[in-house]
DNA sequence: AGCACGCCGACT
DNA sequence: GTCGGCGTGCTC
């Protein structure tokens, strides 16, 4: 009989990130089990804590006296021994604590429901699952020997007829063959609207209890009832976003991503894996297949090529869009003028309206992304922050796009005048430019605002801002890309490749027989998607980063605290690691931040000795501040590979 | 986080 | 001689 349970605590301290025993108390011993919630005393101030169970012992290995457990939660097992090894390994790879991983990989408790689903079955009301097995006891299937796939598959281009991509489409039947082998899967995507997508498509080829839902939009209870089905041992599909990664499902056959590079993949909260990462590190734990697929592949996707981790494929068929460059020229029709559309582009897109829908992808949000004085021409700034202001809808007061503010009066520095006019076009103002050039078309605005998920019939020209155009079933006879000079205008490193990103996603959604206007002049990347040879341009992006060591060749730890703090971490790392340190820089509200970049084998002894530092920070006192008596808690912050760092 | 242990200044 | 300051360290 198990005496002494091994417990992780679930408290977000970094010092408290261990695994402690403490001895059964026998009117537990019924319901104690591995991956049960248990509540558990800290001798400090009588403090109980929660923590999950995830060993159960005869003995004891710690030569202490053993505190008793207080209670059993729930007698539920919800943290599987794979889940609890994958969020130990995630927490290693970010500097992280597995509490903080554990907080997403387990829904909060729904007490009600689970109480029932329990009830249900301990009642053996399933007798063909025979109560709870979790996936890893043992050998039960024959995954062994033969090592799975690991691989980047280009994704096939339009839509099919019922409105579904058919990037989407092949991953659901490669997902509904595994399924049908008894094994599950799990299929990742950027956010509801696929999830959505893929759900509709697979309700009429399989079985909706196989089926199994995992995103942050549904409610706790859904959530429950979905996660606890994950754990009756049969085989499902597990669908859903970032979370769906940390699905407990048995018999993981293959994992799934789908748009590796979308930025909905990079987790908000601490410890801020990205699930591409999770992804990796779960096939490693598992030898299960995994697939990365996507129009055009991410950088961190090319490397793992490169490095012969995963093996390319390409699904594309030859009937790939005509991908057209045309700048505007001047002197064209004035409407084509302001509306920013070459005459080409304008003349076929107003044939394939009557018959079809035009897709318009335009680069800016909003109505203006600038304004200009009207004495002197000037662009119009922030009186705060100094960047530009803009015109979030026609009329309304003009914005600071970085900290949100509006502007009820201003004047200009240079001139004085208290007149501004915009100055370029979002999609509000695009759509007011093209209902001129389009008179009779239904004009439908997609944005961040605006959630669609399809437009249906003909005659609807859609405008779009990148990342939110509604899908026509068989596509779009005409998708015209707008803006795109500006686009490559911006600032930062991912700037070409996010701009391909989001441009091919765009002309994916051309129907096969339609045309992809590019609105703008020849560019590496306007030239690589007109070609469709985008594999080759992010390997030639790749090659140029390893030069100068930016990710995804290299990882990249952002530092961040109190200079004092920043500069302390720092130093006592540098004693024992040779450190590649861009900063610190000292923030507006005076914190400072400091990149620190490492070698993939390098970060394996240099993030360990980061998670130390913060534990380090946490356990001793900061350094009195000249002034401030104030003892607070650190505010050392370690983010791994954040994302547009550079 | 909390809270106990521990070694130096002004008090009945 | 003690009460108490909060610096340091621990939590099975």
């Not at 970094?14 to 991956?35: C, F, H, K, T």
Request: glycine residues 8%.
């Amino acid at each position: 009989m198990a005496r002494v349970a091994s417990v992780a605590l679930l408290t977000p301290l970094p010092q408290l990130d261990r695994v402690l025993e403490y001895a059964i108390p026998e009117p537990l011993q019924a319901s104690i089990a591995v991956g049960v919630r248990v509540r558990a005393p800290l001798r400090t101030g009588g403090r109980v804590v929660e923590g999950f169970v995830l060993a159960l012992a005869e003995e004891s290995s710690y030569e202490g006296k053993l505190a008793e457990l207080v209670s059993v939660v729930s007698p539920v097992p919800v943290l599987t021994p794979e889940i609890a090894e994958l969020a130990r390994e995630v927490a290693n790879r970010q500097a992280g604590t597995l509490n903080d991983v554990l907080r997403l990989a387990v829904p909060a408790r729904s007490a009600r429901f689970e109480a029932a689903w329990w009830e249900a079955r301990c009642a053996g009301s399933a007798p063909e699952t025979g109560g709870i097995r979790h996936a890893v006891d043992g050998d039960s299937d024959a995954t062994e020997a033969v090592p799975r796939e690991r691989a980047f598959r280009a994704a096939p281009h339009g839509v099919r007829s019922d409105g579904t991509p058919r990037a989407l489409a092949a991953i659901l039947d490669a997902a509904l063959a595994d399924l049908s082998h008894g094994e599950s899967v799990i299929v990742a995507v950027p956010d509801f609207r696929e999830v959505e997508l893929a759900l509709r498509y697979l309700s009429t080829r399989a079985d909706e209890r196989l089926v199994r839902r995992m995103d942050a939009r549904l409610k706790p209870k859904e959530r429950a009832r979905h996660f606890l089905a994950c754990l009756e041992g049969t085989p499902v599909i597990a669908i859903g976003t970032r979370s769906a990664l940390y699905a407990p499902v048995t018999k993981l056959a293959s994992i799934y991503i789908w748009d590796d590079d979308d930025d909905s993949f990079t987790e908000p909260l601490a410890p801020y894996a990205h699930t591409r990462d999770v992804a990796l590190l779960r096939q490693q734990l598992t030898g299960c297949r995994l697939v990365f697929s996507s129009y055009v592949p991410s950088a961190a996707v090319v490397r793992l090529i490169d490095m012969g981790w995963l093996t390319a494929h390409d699904d594309r068929q030859v009937n790939l869009p005509r991908v057209v460059i045309s700048e505007h020229v001047l002197g064209e029709d004035d409407r084509l003028q302001h509306a920013r559309i070459p005459s080409y582009a304008w003349r076929r897109a107003r044939e394939a309206l009557s018959s079809s829908n035009v897709l318009m992808q335009v680069g800016r949000a909003g109505y203006a992304p600038a304004l200009v004085c009207e004495g002197c021409g000037e662009r119009v700034t922030c009186r705060s922050c100094g960047t530009f202001l803009g015109q979030p809808r026609k009329d309304a007061l003009p914005r600071c796009r970085v900290c949100g503010r509006d502007y009820m009066r201003w004047s200009c520095l240079h001139c004085g005048s208290e007149r501004a006019r915009p100055s370029g076009s979002g999609v509000h103002r695009t759509v007011e430019e093209l209902g001129r050039a389009f008179p009779g078309a239904t004009l439908v605005v997609a944005d961040g605002e605006h959630e669609r998920v399809s437009v249906s019939g003909t005659g609807n020209l859609v405008v779009a801002t990148r990342g939110t155009a509604p899908i026509a079933p068989s596509g779009y006879a005409c998708v015209i890309l707008l803006d795109t000079g500006s686009m490559l205008l911006r600032e930062g490193l991912d700037v070409v490749l996010d701009a391909l990103h989001g441009w091919a996603a765009a002309a994916a959604l051309c129907a096969d027989d339609g045309e992809v206007f590019v609105a703008g002049s020849e560019h590496p990347a306007t030239i690589a998607l007109r070609d469709h040879s985008e594999l080759a341009l992010v390997r030639e992006e790749l090659q140029a980063r390893r030069a100068l060591s930016f990710p995804p060749t290299v990882r990249v730890a952002e530092v961040h605290g109190t200079r004092a703090e920043v500069e302390h971490a720092l130093e006592r790392l540098g004693e024992q690691h040779e450190l590649d340190i861009l900063g610190p820089l000292t923030d507006e509200d005076g914190t400072s931040r400091a990149l620190v970049r490492m070698s993939y084998a390098n970060a394996r002894t240099l993030v360990p000795a980061m998670k130390a530092e913060l534990v380090r920070a946490a356990t001793s006192r900061p350094a009195p501040l000249p002034g401030k008596r104030r003892a607070a808690g650190s505010t050392l912050r370690i983010r791994l590979d954040p994302p547009h760092a550079f």
